[in-house]
């Protein structure tokens, strides 16, 4: 076990994690987050707050074994903040997949992509003929990955139960995207929630620029090698 | 009270905020920047300078008990430097809304998102549809908020007037937008007024790359629900 | 005089400059590069070297009062660095405009805007309707500022007599963008050439942002003012 | 030789860069690396692992001398590391052409400029007309580049074969992409291998914005200054 890995230094990663994701574009104007757990329980940042300047004393620890409720086993010194909203969907992913971590991501990228193929706001993302699917939990760069949508409501809590309904319905990936919102992505571990959050950021914004271009969507590296080749234009 | 808010780091605090905005882009070629009110007066930046290079001793610190006029009550140790022209727009926060602190970023993202909608300069910005809404006072989801577009005038102590009328216009929210210049927000504390100045650029920045790829603007979750799939060509 | 303006720190804020203008991407691949004169020379990075890398002992320094050719004062502790190939280039600015400070941006938004409007290399690029316009030396937001654009050459110091014609055709400007090549900006001091290179930078990426919208070109404020609203359809 | 080159700083080299590249984009989601020669062996990150958190411990010194084999000169301290997959295809750049450096970058814009030019995923990205080329080996800015791009495969192994054929095939340049996957660019050291991954970067941004654009690609600097004038229509 790495020293990224103790308890004691799980508060400063949380904090850490979310300087990185606000460089990122992920969690600004005080949204989104990361949630871990460890042995002591699951480790939560407080709820609208500035995610680039939270302190480790300002991380929730709650318990880890009690996943139908919200029990606090750690609060933060400052008695004023509160738990993170996403709290609840965070837990669906504790609770269906027994994940390790999980964070929630407001980047541009999983939206517009989203609402690009599916601008009903509920339906999959399709993602396929790039090699960072590969980056994706059990997928190869030939399979067409395909990442639940479903609509946003007036208060997060009101998710939680489409969220799971989702889960269940593609046991396959780690992610869920909320419909003009952002993304759910969790994993076994902190590195493997992150891991997918950036190859799915990645995937939504290849999706996006193509879209932009006007450039096909392939179905697989396979098509890829036998499509016709389609030049633009000007490259002769 | 948190570290943050006492007065003695408010000169700091400044400073480190201009050195985000600058890493956000809000902030280049010495445009834009921040005042926020303490105990002892409005802590402002000096005109025209870099302001990813300013140090607190450079700070003014204006009276806030005298919002009809410009009293300096802390000059900065270089006697060279100037108050900020932003100085009588960020009054107008202070005197209409009893703001805590009011910010000007010259994002291109309000820049272009006005111009696309609203060519003439003169109007609205329609924002709606997406989460961050939330992000701003009083807001949520379903709403669609109105963010007042003021035109641009040859200096820019010539937008006092149309900016407070604009406010007195559109009470509900805390911004105003001027025309192929930038944009003026506020609230409460540093902290909201910087939460929904992410917020409106998250949101602006949607409204110029939706436009770009000629996805369809929804005014309200609901509509999202029900509203036709209209997928990509490409997605099945 | 600031601390900044100290000679024994050209150097080192040659360097620091460097740093910064490489996270801006104007200095990637090693191209791009900052030359500013003290009272004892005209302080330049050395050529062909990672400019985010580039360390005070790295820089030369070249006699400001022999700008006929170029006379090194103070040479870099290694021996194989070479002089910057924009020396002759920088050196128009210095004996054309008697500039404190000469800098070379590889932006991508100003080799893209100048092509946007004139593809054949050769003209200017016309600038207007926005604030930033206001960091221009002279110029007020009202103004259509016109930054002559060059054609590129194979080698650098091919562009010497050309750069040198386009300043003296535009004396109320402060740049020349060579085409498909990237933008020389001056001042009379490091801060205004920055400023002004930020500010041009800002423009540049708003010409090419607003052609990729599709939305118009305003001549100036006023004209901005009494155009017709031209709203997108989905603004209501 | 300078303090970068000595091999006890080698390790940290791959390091730092890596986290260089993690900001660029370029080695996002665990993908992508560096590996660089050194007199006691090949340095070379692990595998699937965040490359911006890797520590010099984590670093694989692999026998530079036995390039028809993987051979383990020092392991990492943490036993589960494993080599990275890319080591095949950063042997080729060895084997074939003698390197100091190779990188492999999942920058999207090599991998979208590709897309535009050669749907097929099989062929040569073409570039041209831009001064950015002059940071290639051997090049002009008057050159047409041109980069071969190969099908990507199922595991990243089994394009060794494929790509040391599309090294022969095109010994003008160090670079070869890797159709929906990446680039992979060599140099005669770390710092030319960087800084040719970085103009080539630079080169296929400028692709995809001028496809996006709708602005026409010209083969030559000759091209340019010759090339009829094609205002856009508001450009007076």
Redesign the interface.
């Known amino acids: 076990m790495?020293a990224d890995d103790r308890d004691s230094d799980l508060a400063e990663l949380v904090c850490e994690l979310c300087r990185q994701f606000y460089t990122l574009g992920w969690v600004?104007?005080?949204?989104g987050g990361i949630s871990i757990r460890g042995t002591d329980g699951i480790y939560l940042a407080p709820s609208a707050v500035?995610k680039e300047r939270i302190r480790p004393s300002d991380v929730f620890v709650l318990d880890a074994d009690a996943l139908d409720r919200c029990k606090v086993v750690r609060a933060p010194v400052?008695a004023t903040l509160k738990i993170s909203e996403c709290q609840p969907l965070f837990w669906n992913a504790y609770r269906e997949r027994d994940a390790g971590a999980c964070l929630h991501s407001?980047s541009?990228w999983p939206?517009?992509a989203a609402?690009?193929?599916?601008?009903?706001?509920?339906?999959v993302l399709?993602l396929s003929?790039?090699?960072?699917l590969k980056?994706l939990r059990g997928k190869?760069?030939?399979d067409e990955v395909r990442i639940p949508i479903i609509?946003?409501?007036?208060r997060e809590a009101e998710l939680t139960e489409s969220m799971a309904v989702a889960m269940r319905e593609h046991p396959d990936v780690d992610a869920v995207i909320?419909?003009?919102?952002?993304i759910y992505v969790w994993g076994r571990t902190w590195?493997e929630a992150?891991?997918?959050a950036?190859?799915l950021?990645?995937l939504a914004?290849?999706v996006?620029?193509?879209?932009?271009?006007g450039?096909?969507?392939?179905s697989s590296?396979r098509a890829?090698?036998s499509?016709?080749?389609?030049?633009?234009p000007?490259?002769?």
């Open positions: 790495s600004s104007g005080t949204g500035q400052d407001h541009l939206v517009l609402r690009i193929q599916v601008p009903s706001g509920r339906g399709r003929g790039f090699e960072m980056g190869s760069n030939l609509p946003n409501t007036a909320v419909a003009g919102h952002g590195i992150k891991t997918q950036e190859c950021d990645w914004r290849a996006v620029e193509g879209h932009r271009l450039i096909v969507r392939c590296v890829v090698q499509a016709m080749p389609r030049r633009c000007d490259a002769e």
